[in-house]
């Protein structure tokens, strides 16, 4: 009798962990559709309404860069004025630089005549060479510079005598700088030069001059 009471009490027992069983997987199975249900519907708002991102930090960030690129190049654009106006003095002072040696090469140009058929320099053209050589050595500035000599002859004559001609008058005039007047500049001597007046003492010359390096 004791037996069969236990034998239904048990039955009882797995019936009803069995009902519960059941009624849990169902419940389990409502709270999963409804779970779905759910989740489909949310999917459907967020795409109709998707979530704004805020977007405050980055923008800040982004404003905060644009600030420091507009003060860069506000300093650009000093620094760029700045340069200009000192590329405006470079060339100012470049254009006085280059009047002042176009001044210099002027101003110390001179000429020394000679005798028809003669190189020889006479006591007043010695005199005028050590009045250019004064000139140019109180010249205020500190050029360094190139002597040229100019030696002509004037047209009469055969050609080959008044080449060497030429030749011998410059000779003489880089002669007296050298070894009278104590030049040290370097001297460039020409004596190709052609007749360029129809008066023959004219011709008879020699131009010195200086060329700033």
């Not at 923008?59 to 190049?73: G, P, T, Y």
Request: hydrophobic share 40%; proline share 2%.
């Amino acid at each position: 009798m004791k037996i069969f009471s236990l034998h239904i009490i048990t039955l009882a027992t797995l019936g009803a962990i069995s009902m519960s069983s059941c009624i849990n997987s169902k419940d389990a199975y409502e709270k999963s559709k409804l779970s779905g249900f759910v989740a489909e519907q949310t999917k459907d708002i967020l795409a109709k309404n998707p979530p704004k991102a805020d977007l405050s930090p980055v923008e800040a960030k982004i404003s905060a860069v644009d600030m420091r690129v507009e003060a860069l190049d506000a300093n650009n654009k000093k620094a760029q004025e700045v340069v200009n106006k000192l590329e405006d003095k470079l060339k100012t002072i470049e254009n006085l630089e280059k009047e002042s040696k176009s001044e210099f090469e002027r101003s110390n140009t001179s000429v020394v005549f000679f005798n028809t058929g003669s190189a020889v320099l006479s006591a007043a053209s010695m005199q005028e060479l050590y009045r250019w050589k004064s000139g140019v050595d109180k010249a205020p500035t500190g050029y360094t510079y190139t002597i040229n000599i100019n030696a002509s002859a004037d047209k009469s004559g055969p050609q080959y005598v008044n080449n060497r001609l030429r030749a011998r008058r410059a000779e003489a005039v880089k002669k007296f700088l050298v070894d009278a007047l104590g030049v040290k500049a370097g001297i460039n001597v020409v004596t190709n030069q052609e007749s360029f007046s129809k008066t023959y003492l004219l011709d008879r010359r020699a131009i010195i001059s200086v060329s700033v390096k």
